[in-house]
């Protein structure tokens, strides 16, 4: 459970501070001619769902084509996408 908290509280008050929101911004930016259309649709789409209330962004972050590999870290993800700490 240590371990867990310890992630959760990196995410949150962290030097990686919105470092994946700000990611998401420059990859577009740099990458958009490369990207297939339906890539560069659902950054575009994560971007714009972080910008929205809190019901949008949860919604969003049930349907969401992202995660990430492990399950306790894949929830941290979407809790730290809906309070706005991405």
């Known amino acids: 459970m240590s371990k867990w908290r310890k992630r959760l509280n990196r995410f949150i008050n962290g030097k990686n501070h919105y ?35 809190l019901a949008a962004r949860i919604r969003y972050m049930i349907y ?11 929830l941290i993800y979407k809790f730290v996408f809906v309070i706005k700490k991405l």
């Not at 577009?28 to 769902?49: G, S």
């Not at 969401?64 to 894949?74: E, G, L, V």
Request: no cysteine; proline share 4%; glycine share 2%.
């Open 19 to 53: 470092i994946l929101s700000k990611q998401a911004q420059e990859f577009v930016v740099t990458f958009k001619a490369l990207l297939p259309q339906n890539h560069y649709k659902d950054i575009l789409e994560f971007q714009h769902y972080y910008s929205k209330g």
């Open 64 to 74: 969401t084509p992202f995660y990430r590999q492990s399950f306790m870290d894949n």
